[in-house]
Nanobody
């Protein structure tokens, strides 16, 4: 079992920045690929970013490329999402997730992740 707790959400103005954190506990954090997803009201959960267990590979959703950066610190069992140039359409509940990858590539779909945090709300005002 892996427990994930997100923090760092809040209210920010358009163009602002936030950094989300996701602290993991339980089984070895460094064995898991880590991802961020988001879900806005009435919409499906959307892939935001992922980083492999080694940190060697990273992928981003098209809507956040060039604005968001995922990083991880395996020594601290924590993954981060730096969000810059925020826009109202970034408003959503943000979830971090952990998954074991059994194939080459990166995990970009929710069903590939085994553990989820409770989410943190990000609201961007116009």
């Amino acid at each position: 079992q892996v427990q994930l707790v997100e923090s760092g959400g809040g209210l920010v103005q358009t163009g602002g920045s936030l950094r989300l954190s996701c602290a993991a506990s339980g089984r070895s954090f460094s064995n898991y690929d880590m991802g961020w997803f988001r879900q806005a009201p009435g919409k499906e959960r959307e892939f935001v970013a992922t980083k492999t267990w080694s940190g060697g590979d990273t992928a981003y959703g098209d809507s956040v490329k060039g604005r968001f950066t995922i990083s991880r610190d395996n020594a601290k069992n924590t993954v981060y999402l730096q969000m810059n140039k925020l826009a109202p359409e970034d408003t959503a509940v943000y979830y971090c997730a952990a998954g074991v990858r059994f194939r080459i590539g990166v995990l970009t779909t929710a069903r590939e992740y085994d553990y989820w945090g409770q989410g943190t709300q990000v609201t961007v005002s116009s």
